[in-house]
């Protein structure tokens, strides 16, 4: 523990513990597969399940350590009740044993490389392996040291994709218009397909489709505009949603201008969100394959889902967390995973590759959304193109409220009647700035980038996998 600073070193411990002790395992079989699939912690490390929705999994879960041996030694869950299970979780209702799941890579894939602030905790993290022994094998298996030199890549995905990104938004918003002749609507759907989204969905999933096609040496122009419409069709149901939060929260500002509620009667924006979704569907039909349909069809039953979560809250510590992480995967970590699993499928990949995608996905998308939360604590309103600390005036818990109440319990009154005091909002924001939440949460953030760069270097190597690599370290550094 030499080389990490004292405040690293509390980080490290508390995130460890909190994941250790809040994480839930049901009391009787484990849940339904949906449950299982909003899993927050990579699929290959240590089985625990955090929980459902309070219809699923609710408030009988107890809290569960697991801890792991070296050499691939069985896991065993341990909980009030005693051992639960000898297995690790998939983290897609599937159990394996533990042998194959601490198994080294397959010849020839290369260990993991990172760059910047991914390599720089890899290192950090090396020195986790004497904390908690239910940490042990999850450092063991998801923080390996790189072997040999570390290359780094000095690529920018959004140059690498120029050519397939650079019309998207025009593409979207001929789609939207062709379908409609009614102005008003068109005008209302089209607002924030004006090219000043970041396109972060778009990029990764057509990083992840030539990465692959790559991979699988597949050069079929047909599959790669298949492939291209599931990133446009990303980006519709992500648009889609940006409208009906901004009707739910009454937004005054996204993407740095007036939200398309203020411009607008609600009622008519609640349909032009919907009408977003049914023109999204009619590309999703004309693709004619059952599976990505299937696939994509679960993104908008966990958006709907995370979003009834988000309105509602627990009263426990333990459910919150279990609360935060699986509304975390259903309203932002879903739709990137099942993306990327959608065109995996398409692209010919087998079972196995699809899933890699998958765990890709959600591992971004998680971390994406811990650095999302996390900056509504650090950025500026003329940064963020969106109020501060907005999370805290709508009443929501994030990552860094939830590590804050460790130090400072008197935030559990606030977070149970949602911030609705006055001054609330005001003290809250202040003890979380006094508290280590701010870090814990950018540390769990990198874990699971970590993660997802574990997954890309196991794709054969080329440019584009390399950019899979790279969008790690875009994602974390949103935190500068």
Not at 61 to 90: C, D, E, M, N, W
Not at 124 to 144: D, E, F, I
Not at 394 to 408: Q, R
Request: aromatic share 8%; glycine share 8%; proline share 4%.
């Amino acid at each position: 523990m030499a080389c990490l600073s004292s405040s690293n070193r509390a980080c490290v411990r508390v995130v460890q513990e909190k994941l250790c002790q809040l994480l839930a395992v049901p009391k009787g079989p484990l849940g339904q597969q949906q449950q299982q699939r909003d899993l927050s912690l990579p699929a290959s490390g240590p089985v625990v399940n955090v929980g459902g929705d309070g219809g699923g999994g609710g408030g009988g879960h107890r809290a569960a350590l697991l801890s792991a041996g070296s050499g691939g030694t069985p896991l065993v869950a341990h909980s009030v009740s005693g051992p639960i299970k000898r297995s690790f979780y998939t983290g897609r209702g599937n159990f394996i044993q533990p042998a194959a799941a601490l198994a080294p890579a397959r010849a020839g894939v290369r260990a993991p490389v990172g760059t910047g602030a991914l390599f720089e905790l890899n290192q950090k993290c090396s020195a986790t392996a004497n904390l908690h022994p239910c940490m042990r094998g999850y450092s063991s298996v998801h923080t390996q040291q790189p072997a040999g030199p570390i290359r780094e890549y000095n690529i920018d995905p959004y140059i690498l994709l120029e050519d397939e990104l650079k019309y998207i938004f025009e593409d979207i918003r001929q789609e939207i218009s062709r379908a409609t002749n009614h102005q008003e609507l068109n005008k209302i759907a089209v607002y924030y397909f004006d090219g000043q989204g970041k396109a972060f969905r778009p990029m990764v999933a057509i990083l992840m489709a030539k990465a692959l096609n790559y991979h699988m040496h597949n050069e079929n122009s047909d599959v790669m505009n298949a492939q291209r419409q599931i990133a446009m069709i990303s980006e519709m149901i992500h648009t889609a949603s940006l409208v009906h939060d901004d009707v739910i929260d009454q937004s005054f500002a996204r993407r740095g201008k007036p939200s398309v509620n203020v411009l607008w009667n609600h009622k008519k924006v609640t349909q032009a969100g919907d009408y977003i979704l049914a023109v999204a569907s009619m590309l999703l039909a004309r693709l004619k394959h059952d599976e990505v349909t299937h696939i994509l069809s679960q993104v908008l039953t966990d958006l709907v889902q995370g979003e009834f979560m988000q309105l509602g809250s627990k009263e426990t510590e333990n459910e919150r967390f279990a609360h935060y992480f699986t509304k975390t995967y259903r309203k932002t970590a879903s739709l990137i995973a099942n993306s990327l699993k959608a065109v995996a499928v398409l692209s010919g990949a087998d079972e196995q590759m699809a899933e890699l995608s998958f765990q890709y996905g959600r591992n971004l998308g998680l971390a994406f959304q811990f650095v999302d939360d996390l900056l509504d604590f650090v950025s500026s309103s003329e940064a963020m193109g969106k109020p501060a600390a907005a999370d805290l005036k709508l009443g929501l818990a994030t990552a860094p409220v939830l590590f804050a109440c460790e130090k400072f319990p008197e935030l559990n009154p606030m977070i149970l009647r949602r911030f609705r005091e006055p001054g609330d909002v005001e003290r809250a924001y202040e003890l979380v700035h006094q508290s280590q939440g701010l870090e814990q949460t950018r540390f769990l953030a990198r874990k699971h980038c970590i993660e997802a760069l574990r997954l890309a270097s196991q794709i054969s190597e080329s440019p584009y996998q390399k950019g899979l690599i790279v969008v790690g370290d875009f994602v974390l550094n949103r935190m500068k």
